[in-house]
């Protein structure tokens, strides 16, 4: 958990590009899947970096205790010990785009499938 808070939150200076963080899990920038790519990756919990379509088959189905992550074709974020991590604000389309923790909830609507590392 902790690692992966850590990682989360090296990310808040970094820019939203499509497709960062897919290659590697070092990028100059990151989207969604791999925002989560990485917190996860840095908590040993993903070899590799996946995508939003990908995160829809990871692990167990349902809420986690510690980390879940909700994911659908084209869009993931994870909510960890509590806290919303992603790349879009939901709040207006005027807000900047950045990965990152959020600070507003988002209602999981919308095609999201509910996920979680096993035992977490």
């Known amino acids: 958990?902790?690692?992966a808070i850590w990682a989360a939150n090296q990310l808040w200076r970094k820019p939203y590009i499509f497709?960062?963080?897919h290659k590697s899990f070092t990028d100059r920038g990151y989207d969604c899947s791999g925002t989560v790519s990485y917190a996860l990756g840095a908590a040993g919990l993903l070899k590799s970096p996946i995508s939003s379509s990908e995160f829809r088959n990871f692990g167990e189905r349902g809420r986690g205790k510690?980390?879940?992550i909700y994911a659908r074709h084209g869009h993931t974020y994870a909510i960890i010990a509590g806290l919303r991590?992603?790349?879009t604000?939901?709040?207006t389309a005027h807000d900047r785009w950045a990965p990152g923790w959020q600070a507003t909830e988002r209602v999981p609507a919308g095609g999201f499938e509910a996920r979680h590392p096993v035992g977490l």
């Open 19 to 21: 497709g960062g963080g």
């Open 66 to 68: 510690w980390i879940t």
């Open 85 to 87: 991590l992603d790349t």
């Open 1 to 3: 958990m902790k690692r």
């Open 89 to 91: 604000p939901y709040i």
